[in-house]
């Protein structure tokens, strides 16, 4: 089976030909990359106007194996085949590489490319993307799957590094501007007077004067008017990486290129709204980033919120007067972590009165709301925080909690919350703090537990009686002065103010 991988884009605030100043430094070795001990010139060639240049280069790796499975394979070193094709006049360069070394039973192909930004002719793109089959090595095929990934992976992370080392080094050296490639003066014809000729541009690195030096900053430029261009967008087909950790959180490459990849299909055949990154991502966690298993769910899960039009329910629906009157339950500020926190009293809630009330389907409709609120709540902290919030606390206090709360309907109602909750809106809950537990909570936890993802069950913390007050309880997740006051806190806390 082929894997295929795709790296985020990254963005430097630097011109393309100073970029490829400082990619130049990389050959023929570079001491940054441990494992890359030496390159040879194979092929090379240069267009006479000088605006093509196409290098091919034999490299030579010390891949970081076992000992063993070096031995197996009979091999110290391993070699790649580099061709890079640098196009001056449309400022691109492109570089493709491939494995000489068991060419026969492992074939890696990578891909990368530095372009122009499309927003900022000033900034340049750098886009990077590979793919692996391995069809037998020795019975090691899963070993040298591990050993490919981690590679990659120390490869992107190595390589914006080595690119603002090198650019650092220039600036050190006085070199902060490389002119653009400019064409070769045409031949004057006859009928030109010689007082006409121009020499063409040269095409050597300028060091400009020190005292202009402070306006060459990689900072954004500034519009007319004064104020700076917009950040960096997100392209329809690719994420930038700066995007993707201010937003989503640090990933791993394959993690990148599974969100990358799953955004990229919905984009091109679901006919409906497309979901931002940040719930591809929950529903690409909770199955362990298995991009098929994400896609069937996710599918599923937007049929399903087009049919109930739950993109509209915070705008269209309007929750019943019986529950803002007697559902115990509501939005109290934030956790330690940033995270929106929920409270329930369910022990305090009459859940017969409510069913019988109200019926099963505006219950859900209620925890939908709540659900939909709570994504909402995240995009504001992920902004007030500057870090990616994606799920929030719940906190669950069940004194008051007796086998009247275990009758039968009620009962059914909350397994069908719980089955839509867990199908819809995965990997939401970052942490359930369950306080106060009472004896007969063992039956209810038998009766709701089946029901509740592995995943999510990892994230209930449960403490009887009032453990909750000592070391490793509350006061590690929430701060002192939000505790609500009925577990002897210092805030009073009205479930009906949901804008707290």
């Not at 209620?366 to 007030?384: A, D, H, M, Q």
Request: proline share 7%; hydrophobic share 35%; glycine share 6%.
């Amino acid at each position: 089976m082929v894997q295929k991988y795709q790296s985020p884009v990254r963005v430097y605030k630097h011109p393309f030909e100073l970029i490829m100043a400082a990619y130049e430094r990389r050959f023929p070795t570079c001491p940054l990359i441990p494992m890359f001990v030496d390159s040879d010139t194979v092929n090379e060639f240069k267009s006479e106007d000088g605006a093509i240049h196409v290098i091919e280069r034999r490299c030579k790796l010390d891949i970081d194996a076992p000992r063993l499975l070096k031995k197996i394979a009979g091999v110290d070193y391993v070699y790649f085949i580099q061709k890079n094709s640098l196009n001056s006049r449309e400022r691109t360069l492109h570089i493709e590489a491939r494995n000489e070394t068991f060419s026969n039973r492992v074939i890696i192909n990578e891909h990368c490319c530095y372009s122009v930004h499309p927003e900022n002719e000033d900034w340049t793109c750098f886009e990077q993307s590979a793919s692996l089959d391995i069809k037998s090595f020795f019975g090691f095929e899963s070993t040298v799957e591990k050993i490919a990934m981690k590679q990659y992976t120390g490869n992107i992370k190595k390589g914006k590094e080595i690119i603002e080392y090198y650019l650092r080094q220039l600036e050190e050296e006085g070199i902060t501007f490389v002119p653009r490639w400019t064409p070769p003066s045409l031949a004057p014809s006859s009928e030109m007077s010689s007082s006409c000729k121009k020499p063409a541009a040269p095409l050597a690195v300028v060091v400009p004067d020190p005292a202009l030096k402070e306006g060459l900053s990689s900072e954004p430029l500034s519009t007319p008017s004064g104020a700076p261009e917009p950040a960096v967008g997100t392209p329809d087909d690719k994420l930038d990486a700066d995007y993707i950790k201010r937003y989503l959180g640090d990933l791993t490459p394959l993690q990148e290129s599974c969100l990358i990849r799953l955004r990229q299909w919905l984009q091109e055949t679901h006919k409906g709204k497309i979901p931002k990154d940040e719930h591809i991502l929950r529903f690409l966690r909770a199955r362990d980033f298995n991009i098929d298993k994400a896609r069937e769910t996710l599918c599923q899960s937007l049929t399903w919120r087009k049919q109930h039009q739950v993109d509209y329910i915070l705008d269209t629906w309007q929750p019943p007067q019986v529950l803002q009157d007697y559902y115990a339950g509501g939005w109290h500020h934030h956790d330690k972590d940033g995270r929106p926190l929920y409270v329930l009293r369910l022990g305090q809630m009459d859940t017969k009165g409510l069913v019988r009330a109200l019926g099963e389907e505006a219950l859900l409709r209620y925890v939908l709301s709540i659900n939909e609120e709570g994504l909402r709540r995240c995009e504001e902290n992920t902004k007030v925080f500057g870090r990616p919030i994606s799920s929030w606390t719940c906190l669950v206090d069940l004194e008051g909690l007796n086998m009247r709360h275990l009758w039968r309907p009620g009962v059914k109602a909350l397994l069908r919350i719980i089955e839509v909750v867990e199908a819809n809106y995965p990997e939401t809950l970052g942490r359930l703090l369950i306080l106060r537990a009472p004896r007969v909570f063992p039956v209810l936890w038998t009766l709701v537990s089946p029901f509740i993802d592995d995943n999510t069950r990892r994230k209930f913390l449960i403490y009887a009686g009032n453990d909750y007050q000592g070391p490793g309880g509350l006061l590690d997740y929430i701060d002192k002065e939000i505790i609500p006051d009925f577990l002897s806190g210092e805030c009073m806390f009205l479930f009906w103010l949901t804008s707290l």
